[in-house]
């Protein structure tokens, strides 16, 4: 089962491309399209993704994709699983009236927001993203759901660069899973 999982892990790990310098020097920009242009990769991370959420999230009610390509694995696991799909955009790209938090980024700020009444108070909502690096993106989307009154129960990746130590870097309390990790 163990060495099953494994080698799901390595084939998907092998469908990953990574391009240096993107989109600035000095940053290894790891694609995640370039994985699910293959239809079968598509289907195995699917499965993955399900798999975990099922072993370790078996009460989520919401999964809350992060713009842009958390998009792409928070409505075909919400649609799997029967379950709410509920999107955090940048600002000014979602329409009627918004839930805002401004964070600091290392040069300047950005603003993430979510529609306003889309989560129920105390709803159980996993994050969900291609990947985290620093962990700035979780953090401030668990600030911005928690001020909604949500109940973040975690967060799920597909990729971890673990030497960012995001993990460590987001509010106590909140388990990150990552089905592959990188240096
Ligand atoms: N090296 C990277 N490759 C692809 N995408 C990246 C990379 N580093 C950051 N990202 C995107 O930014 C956020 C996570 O960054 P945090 O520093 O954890 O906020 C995530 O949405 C990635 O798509
Ligand atoms: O490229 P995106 O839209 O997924 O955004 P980010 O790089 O901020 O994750």
Known sequence: MEADYDKKILELK?????????????ILFWDIFSAISDGATCKLLQSLLVQTIKANYPDVEALVGLESRGFLFSFSLAAELGISSLPVRKKGKLPGEVVSHKYDLEYGSDVLEIQKNVV??????????????????????TTLLRS???????????????????RDNIPKGIPVHSLIQYD
């Open 14 to 26: 092998s469908k990953i491309k990574s391009f240096p310098d993107f989109p600035k020097p000095g």
């Open 148 to 166: 909604c009154g949500a109940d973040v129960i975690g967060c799920l990746v597909v990729i971890e660069l673990t030497s960012l130590r995001g």
């Open 120 to 141: 129920r108070p105390g709803q159980k909502c996993l994050i969900v993203d291609d990947l985290i690096a620093t962990g700035g993106s979780v953090t401030a989307a």
